[in-house]
């Protein structure tokens, strides 16, 4: 919560969760939207490259800004070949 409130102040900053229980707002209205930048913040396990792939076809975002504790190459194992 607080990298969204710091964006926030200088960007339109959607939060996204994949439990919609933990969304305060209807999602809907901001899937037109481009996605700049996806902010990673979760925590990391097998299934970290997974998901973060998985959020990325999804949003389809410019950039990835992972901000987690990562196991050494993980960035090397998410870049495109």
Do not use: W
Not at 13 to 19: A, K, P, S
Not at 21 to 27: A, E, F, P, S, T
Not at 39 to 68: D, T
């Amino acid at each position: 919560m607080p990298i969204f409130k710091l964006i926030s102040k200088v960007m339109p900053v959607v939060g996204y969760d994949i439990n919609p229980n933990l969304l305060k707002n209807d999602q809907t209205k901001y899937e037109t939207l481009p996605v700049r930048f996806l902010h990673i913040c979760i925590p990391f396990n097998s299934e970290f490259r997974h998901n973060v792939l998985k959020l990325a076809e999804k949003f389809k975002p410019e950039g990835i800004i992972i901000h987690s504790t990562i196991e050494p190459q993980t960035t090397n194992k998410l870049r495109p070949n």
